[in-house]
């Protein structure tokens, strides 16, 4: 049975990979629009003149909310919860506030945790925390990889709570890495809901720079914090694109069920960090070409002595989606470069 799972994997990628009649490869690559945050209209108008949502450097955005009274900040997340909820740079509470406004708003039945992100139109976009941030001293941030959206954030892809960021993330934290941390479930880019679009590197690009700006965001709040980045299969091609781009606080960067980062070698990603992989001998993206032809394929998987990154144990995962079971060798490995505060 597992065999055939396994030829079924392979037969649905190839098909992808050299059937653009059967996959849509080579068809024009996906476009989702760039939405301003909602109430960004008023937001823009205000009198206080607040920096702009979608460019204003994380940074920028943090000295303009210092320079406001308590009392008005709190005005500006009822007013415009849309915008501050999402707005890196952002006092973390803040945000916290604001997401839990627009969620209520929302008909969401999740409030009572903590939120760096939500907004429920498209696909959706949402960021749990898990932990105290506001005074970790090291923060992980888990970058889930295709098939994931807002719908299925937290009861997972297909039903399976095991394929939940939210149920991840949480087990992750539990598993050691909330030791005078915080993990944060980022879903903050559209993700692949087909082989058709995860072949190729679009939505990577795309969610790469939403990445980069959010980890800015967190170095700009938490400068005295180490960051780790964990990313799962398409999430793992979206850390790629944003290695060269994440600030120093980025120590360990760890991929796992990685169908490649869209460079050959640890160097070409330009960062600093430590660079961990894991790949399960079961996992289907085994079966995934090591190349990039016309705008198909992220490169050779991270796992191979060649590309130079260091291996964590998953010798007790048996497939795609399972790496970070409870009990698990991998899981263990994780929560341990997750958690690391040296």
């Known amino acids: 049975m597992m065999l055939i799972k396994r030829f079924r994997a392979a037969l649905a990628i190839l098909a992808v990979i ?6 849509s490869v080579l068809a024009a690559p996906v476009t989702l629009p760039d939405l301003s945050p909602v109430g960004a209209a008023g937001w823009r108008a205000d009198p206080r003149d607040p920096p702009e949502p979608r460019t204003a450097d994380p940074r920028t955005v943090r000295d303009w909310f ?8 709190h005005e500006l997340a009822a007013e415009y919860p849309g915008v501050v909820g999402n707005l890196d740079g ?123 700006r959010f980890v800015d965001g967190l170095a700009a709040l938490r400068p005295e914090a180490t960051i780790a980045l964990l ?32 460079v050959d070698t640890v160097v070409g990603l330009g960062t600093g960090a430590r660079v961990w992989a894991g790949e399960s001998s079961g996992d289907w993206v085994r079966w995934a070409p090591p190349v990039r032809v016309l705008g198909v394929g992220h490169g050779p998987r991270p796992v191979g002595a060649e590309f130079g990154a260091r291996r964590f144990a998953t010798s007790d995962v048996h497939d795609h989606d399972h790496y970070l079971t409870p009990g698990t060798d991998s899981l263990a490995a994780l929560a341990g470069i997750a958690g690391d505060l040296s």
């Open 18 to 23: 050299v059937a653009p009649s059967t996959g």
């Open 66 to 73: 210092a320079s406001v009274p308590a009392a008005g900040r």
């Open 90 to 212: 952002a006092p973390i509470t803040l945000r916290y506030e604001a997401n839990r406004r627009s969620m209520l708003a929302a008909g969401i039945d999740r409030p009572d945790g903590n939120f760096l992100l939500f907004d429920p139109r498209g696909r959706g976009r949402v960021a749990q925390v898990f932990g105290d941030l506001p005074t970790a001293r090291r923060v992980a941030v888990l970058v889930p990889g295709m098939t994931n959206r807002l719908w299925n954030f937290w009861r997972g892809v297909g039903g399976h709570p095991h394929r939940s960021p939210a149920v991840q993330a949480a087990g992750l934290w539990r598993a050691g890495a909330g030791s005078g941390g915080a993990v944060i479930a980022w879903l903050g880019y559209d993700t692949p809901q087909g082989f058709d679009e995860a072949g190729r590197a679009t939505l990577a690009r795309a969610g790469a720079k939403q990445l980069a």
């Open 231 to 262: 990313g799962h299969s398409y999430g793992s091609t979206v850390i790629g694109y944003a290695a060269d781009r994440l600030p120093p606080q980025v120590t360990d960067i760890a991929v796992f069920g990685s169908p490649g980062m869209g």
